[in-house]
């Protein structure tokens, strides 16, 4: 019997911040959406953000940032792990698409011990919500 057995999990995405538009200096805008995939034992699930269309995001510090997004996305019972994975995507009308570095991260062990916000700049220079192009911020609960 898992140690988790009978915690619920639920991850909710707080805010997104892009350093880097991967447009031209000219154009002051880059169109980006994100997926998302979260998996904890054997429940997966998948979202798209926004779920139609794009946000409009500068790389200026005053406008690259996604704020109050404050979406669940997942919940579900809690497995042995729970793996976060966020892909960006910037979309270009003329060549293929521009992809942002992978967010990955997986917890382990004592669903508890994963309760709690994840940001940049908690863990030290070596962070891993803080991504060369982009940063993200999630909550994760655990009941």
């Known amino acids: 019997m898992s140690a988790n057995a009978g915690k619920t999990v639920r991850v909710i995405l707080r805010w997104i911040q892009v350093l880097d538009k991967l ?15 979260i998996t904890s034992g ?11 269309g794009h946000w409009e995001v500068s790389d200026h510090p005053r406008f690259n940032k996604i704020d109050k997004i404050d979406l669940i996305i997942f919940e579900g019972e809690a497995g042995d792990t729970l793996t976060v994975e966020l892909q960006g ?19 382990s062990g004592d669903a508890t ?5 994840q940001r940049p700049g908690d863990e030290g ?19």
């Open 89 to 107: 995507e910037e979309i270009d009308q003329l060549s293929a698409n521009d992809m942002l570095e992978k967010y990955s991260r997986t917890f």
């Open 113 to 117: 011990s994963w309760h709690g916000r």
């Open 23 to 37: 447009e031209p200096v000219f154009k002051d805008y880059g169109e980006f959406f994100f997926r998302t995939r």
């Open 42 to 52: 054997s429940h997966t699930e998948e979202y798209r953000l926004p779920e139609e």
């Open 125 to 143: 220079p070596d962070d891993p919500e803080s991504l060369p192009n982009w940063r993200v911020c999630y909550d994760i609960e655990v009941v």
